[in-house]
């Protein structure tokens, strides 16, 4: 802490540039730390713990790749709550347009915007177990608001059971999961909007192109970056949203809203099943990789330099 | 955009979405006032007889104390630790030196590992460190988030050279030097780990989920869900509890917006 003590000179210049590398590595320990602890340890354990036969208090033997091979032929959960991760990815772009839609209008010079802003944003922050609750309530079969609109509407005769119907339960599940994400998503695109020159428009406006040709030719391409962040973080974010599902449905009726992560959880601490869940764990990773790599690919390949600076 | 036209559509539309965002929390609220549309159909829109009587059924039919002390002394540790954690690299991270771009690399990698997908071996890692149904325990893992290490590269990267330059020339340390110039002028940077960390530990479920063994370790969300799986959804209590969970997360949001939102775009755009 105290200050530096006077030396003589060319000893000072020596020891500064050490005593810079120490404190660097220094500062920089405890967070290694952490993410060693908690996120590549625990990522090569379980590649490790996916090859072999194991559950707490018995040693370890390898079996090559039985695990893989009973999830991939002999698993029906296993596909159902891969198809239901699939159906929960392939939400997020339905999330992102209307966000961008939204981002388009509240990035309009109109009064109040701010407020309407707050207003779209305010769900993401929020604890997503209570979240939750309050859409199971909306759900709910004999008082949830929902039926009581399409009732009043004349839409349906009598109620939906939405969250124990096997076709309605995973779609009311992705639909709570885009009104807590959406407001993320305009918040991303918002900063991307920001970033666009504004004479670009003026520019286009000049050469005739009408607003449909502005949208399509100058801010979607110039917004692709930060698509690409709302895909790649909304995708995580949605595929790991445990606390939604558990709380919603628990995986239920049936499997109907199984995804991989409730999976892990159930066979790691239900069935006490460490390695075979490992084993899935890490199909769901090479999954999340894959989706993320193709994300890249698609939106120009140099999305990941982005955050290089 | 550039040009003046009519907005009432463009009104229109946003107050239809605006609605359908705050519906759900006034049907919560509303409930947990009344508790009348559980029996009553069709349900009224303004409550009738409002009164706060769940509010103090949720005080005594559960340990509502016990589980918001956990909760705040869990997301207070998460705060501190992160604060100083991803102050100390971020400052790091804005030197030259040996190693930095495996450093870099090493933490945007570890970005794209979610952490509820790694829970099994951090379960038994917690309880190889004899951690688990701890604060720390509870905590650990949130200790450093990448995202605001960046958060703090770029607040102190902001910091003009030659200031730094003139403290040195005037023969303060580097200590002094981080401590009486970055960080004063790093408070926004600040103030955007302080309210992620705690948004991200105070909503935390999952790892709780697994981590406590005893109820008095239990945090607000799980006392939730708890609540959720023995009470049903036959009692206005239920969404008390959900309006007394919510309600810090939502005044600290509407405090702390301006540095919410920064804090997310800029960790998201520039990394």
Avoid at chain 1, 6 to 25: E, M
Avoid at chain 1, 92 to 115: M, Q, T
Avoid at chain 1, 240 to 255: A, E, H, K, N, Q
Avoid at chain 2, 104 to 127: D, H, K, N, R, V
Wanted: glycine share 6%; hydrophobic share 55%; with cysteine.
């Amino acid at each position: 802490m105290g200050l530096a003590k006077p030396a003589d000179g060319k000893r000072v210049v020596l020891r500064r540039s050490t005593r810079r590398a120490i404190l660097v590595w220094a500062f920089l320990a405890p967070s290694l730390l952490i993410f060693l602890l908690y996120r590549i340890l625990p990522l090569l354990w379980n590649v490790v713990l996916s090859f072999e036969a194991w559950s707490p208090l018995k040693p370890a033997v390898f079996i090559g790749l039985d695990n893989y091979q009973e999830m991939l032929f002999d698993d029906d959960v296993f596909w159902q709550a891969l198809w239901n991760t699939f159906g929960i990815i392939a939400s997020a772009p339905i999330g992102i347009a209307i966000a961008l839609g939204l981002a388009l209008l509240v990035h309009s010079n109109i009064r109040g915007r701010e407020v309407y802003r707050t207003i779209i944003f305010v769900s993401y922050p929020l604890m997503t177990v209570a979240v939750a609750i309050i859409w199971r309530w909306m759900f709910d079969e004999r008082v949830g608001l929902i039926n009581y609109a399409a009732r009043s509407l004349h839409l349906v005769d009598k109620p939906i059971p939405f969250l124990n119907s096997f076709t309605w339960a995973l779609p009311s599940v992705i639909a709570a999961n885009i009104w807590q994400m959406l407001g993320f998503y305009m918040v991303i695109i918002l900063s991307g909007l920001q970033t666009i020159p504004g004479n670009l428009y003026e520019a286009a406006g000049i050469d005739g192109a009408n607003a449909f040709h502005r949208f399509i030719r100058i801010t979607v391409p110039l917004l692709k970056p930060s698509l690409f962040l709302c895909f790649v973080i909304g995708m995580l974010n949605s595929v790991t949203s445990f606390d939604l599902i558990y709380v919603m449905t628990s995986g239920g009726p049936g499997r109907a809203t199984e995804i991989l992560i409730t999976y892990i959880y159930k066979l790691g601490f239900n069935e006490t099943r460490f390695d075979y869940a490992a084993a899935v764990t890490v199909t769901f990773f090479i999954l999340l990789l894959g989706i993320t790599y193709l994300a890249n690919r698609l939106s120009g390949g140099n999305a990941g330099a982005v955050e290089r600076e | 955009m550039m040009r003046q036209r009519r907005t009432w559509p463009i009104h229109l539309t946003l107050i239809a979405v605006s609605a359908v965002m705050l519906l759900p929390f006034y049907w919560v609220f509303k409930t947990s006032i009344s508790g009348e549309n559980i029996f009553s159909y069709p349900p009224n829109i303004i409550p009738r007889d409002p009164n706060p009587f769940y509010y103090v059924d949720v005080w005594y039919a559960i340990p509502f104390a016990r589980y918001f002390l956990n909760s705040v002394i869990v997301s207070a540790i998460t705060i501190t630790a992160n604060v100083v954690l991803n102050a100390m690299a971020g400052y790091a991270l804005t030197q030259n030196f040996r190693g930095k771009g495996f450093v870099l690399l090493l933490f945007l990698s570890c970005m794209m590992i979610p952490f509820q997908a790694t829970i099994i071996p951090a379960y038994l890692i917690t309880g190889k460190l004899g951690l688990l149904d701890s604060y720390l325990g509870l905590s650990l893992p949130l200790f450093s988030t990448i995202i605001c290490i960046f958060v703090y590269k770029a607040a102190f990267d902001a910091v003009p050279r030659s200031l730094i330059d003139a403290a040195r020339v005037d023969g303060l340390s580097q200590w002094t030097i981080i401590w009486r110039v970055m960080l004063p002028l790093a408070r926004s940077a600040t103030a955007t780990n302080v309210i992620l960390s705690f948004i991200w530990s105070w909503n935390n479920f999952m790892w709780p989920l697994i981590v406590t063994r005893t109820p008095e370790m239990q945090t607000l969300p799980l006392g939730l869900a708890r609540f959720l799986s023995y009470q049903e959804d036959s009692t206005g209590a239920l969404y008390a509890f959900c309006i007394m969970v919510l309600a810090p997360g939502l005044l600290l949001f509407l405090m702390a917006q301006k540095e919410f939102v920064q804090g997310l775009s800029a960790g998201a755009t520039k990394g």
